[in-house]
Nanobody, 125 residues
Framework: QVQLVESGGGLVQPGGSLSLSCAASGIIFSTNAMGWYRQAPGKQRELVAAITGGGTTKYIDSVKGRFTISRDNAANTVALQMNSLKSEDTAVYYC???????????????????WGQGTQVTVSS
């Protein structure tokens, strides 16, 4: 049984930092691409960042330079470090896993195969 369990959400002031973590089980973690999605109220879910097993990363423009995705294949975890947070980063954040194969420049695109339950991130003063 595949499980993705997120942790680390919460309330933070604008300009602050927050770190999310996702623990995976039931998959061959190192072969999966991992992604962090988010969904704000009234908006579509969007991919924020993704990382391959080898460490290649992809970010949406709005988080470049502020967010960092990383993974530990030995521990089956993926993290999202979020700095300089803005109110528009407020959303439910989801961890997702994508099974191989995936090729080329669109390797990070969906659909993803497995999802966590989500964790709320609220950026507010």
């Amino acid at each position: 049984q595949v499980q993705l369990v997120e942790s680390g959400g919460g309330l933070v002031q604008p300009g602050g930092s927050l770190s999310l973590s996702c623990a995976a089980s039931g998959i061959i973690f190192s072969t999966n691409a991992m992604g962090w999605y988010r969904q704000a109220p009234g908006k579509q879910r969007e991919l924020v960042a993704a990382i391959t097993g080898g460490g290649t990363t992809k970010y949406i423009d709005s988080v470049k330079g502020r967010f960092t995705i990383s993974r530990d294949n030995a521990a089956n975890t993926v993290a999202l470090q979020m700095n300089s947070l803005k109110s528009e980063d407020t959303a439910v954040y989801y961890c997702a896993a994508k099974r191989p194969p995936f090729y080329g420049t669109n390797w990070y695109r969906g659909p993803y195969d497995y999802w966590g339950q989500g964790t709320q991130v609220t950026v507010s003063s």
